[in-house]
């Protein structure tokens, strides 16, 4: 089956930064979105990113100005670039692709980002 690898996680103190990355082991076919989820300890799983096949992004309202979502050169690929980190960006943060044809999620097993001093 199809594994999406999300790395570049670790610990940050506040204000630096960090790079996420996405790939997939196996092509994916039709991939309509891809993106990023974030659960903080304790909390709900919410959408941080996305950007679909047409280079559309959103993102939610308390990241905006501070990350920027990407795609990468290679098929099913994608970066989260996090600056001006702060301490409730700290979370487990998940890769996704989603395919609306089948109705379809792939998930990565998740990447921890700790911000603290």
């Known amino acids: 089956q199809v594994q999406l690898v999300g790395s570049g996680g670790g610990l940050v103190q506040p204000g630096g930064s960090l790079r996420l990355s996405c790939a997939a082991s196996?092509?994916?076919?039709?991939?309509?979105?891809m993106g990023w989820f974030r659960q903080p300890p304790g909390k709900a799983r919410e959408l941080v990113a996305s950007i679909t096949d047409g280079g559309s992004t959103d993102y939610a309202d308390s990241v905006k100005g501070r990350f920027t979502i990407s795609k990468g050169n290679a098929k099913d690929t994608v970066y989260l670039q996090m600056n001006s980190l702060k301490p409730e960006d700290t979370a487990v943060y998940y890769c996704?692709?989603?395919?609306?044809?089948?109705?379809?999620?792939?998930w990565g097993k998740g990447t921890p980002v700790t911000v603290s001093s």
């Open positions: 996704y692709a989603h395919v609306t044809m089948y109705g379809m999620d792939y």
């Open positions: 196996r092509s994916i076919s039709s991939i309509n979105a």
